[in-house]
């Protein structure tokens, strides 16, 4: 079945670097979702991406889709330790949604 | 305030003792879902519900059951025959199910410890 393959498994930047997380599917995706989980709480719906090449920004966050609609990333600029967490990306598969196992990003200051 | 709850935060169930975690959400969702979450792991499926009195299975149905007789409330039962129940059970909402759509809502969660 399908399946969605997030790496790194987890990173650990120094205040003020960059940080991207990849996301893998292994059948074209009609949209992909990411979220955000700090530690101790519950996934936050973060963005979705819907169009073949879509980038979307939040701030020092930025999103993409690939042309295939196979692959996602999500890169943050100059992370600050209010970026701690696990990033999460979500593929739809029928009536339910593939969650990939996460990217756990930790920031040390 | 609109949102979901689950209660309680923290739970502990003696071995072979079924347990039922409470799933509640006032946002007038037709959706909801239970997922497990082991360290390491990403989120997994174990049931969905679209619509009252009407779920599905999802990935790891085995050892759990659900009922959905309110739209707002959604509980989870974790049985003694699932075999390793130890783990942090996460409830969620969308407003419909339609393909991965609509992003999903998620309560604080309920960790659960069988001892």
């Known amino acids: 079945g399908q399946q969605v393959m997030q790496i790194p498994q987890y990173q650990h930047v120094q205040e003020g670097e960059d940080f991207t997380t990849y996301c893998n599917s292994s059948t074209t995706l009609s949209n992909i979702q990411w979220y955000k989980q700090r530690p101790g709480g519950h996934p936050v719906f973060l963005i979705q991406?819907?169009?073949?090449?879509e980038v979307k920004k939040q701030k020092r966050l930025t999103f993409q889709f690939g042309e295939a609609k196979k692959n996602s990333s999500l890169h943050i600029t100059a992370t600050q330790t209010t970026d701690v967490g696990t990033y999460f990306c979500?593929?739809?598969?029928?009536?339910?949604?593939?969650f990939g196992a996460g990217t756990i990003l930790r920031v040390k200051s | 305030d609109g949102g979901i709850t689950q209660s309680p935060k923290y739970l502990f169930r003696k071995e072979g003792q079924n347990v039922t975690l409470s799933c509640e959400q006032n946002l007038n969702h037709d959706a909801m879902y239970w997922y497990r979450q082991d360290p390491g792991q990403g989120l997994r499926l174990i049931y969905y519900s679209q619509i009252v009195n009407d779920f599905q299975k999802g990935d790891i149905a085995e050892g759990y059951s659900v009922s959905r007789e309110k739209k707002e409330s959604f509980p989870l039962t974790v049985t003694s025959a699932q075999k390793n129940p130890t783990a942090f059970y996460l409830c969620?909402?969308?407003?419909?199910?339609?393909?991965?759509?609509?992003?999903?809502?998620f309560g604080p969660g309920t960790r659960l410890t069988v001892l």
């Open positions: 979500a593929g739809p598969r029928g009536n339910k949604l593939v």
């Open positions: 991406l819907v169009k073949s090449g």
């Open positions: 969620a909402s969308s407003i419909e199910v339609g393909g991965g759509l609509d992003e999903q809502f």
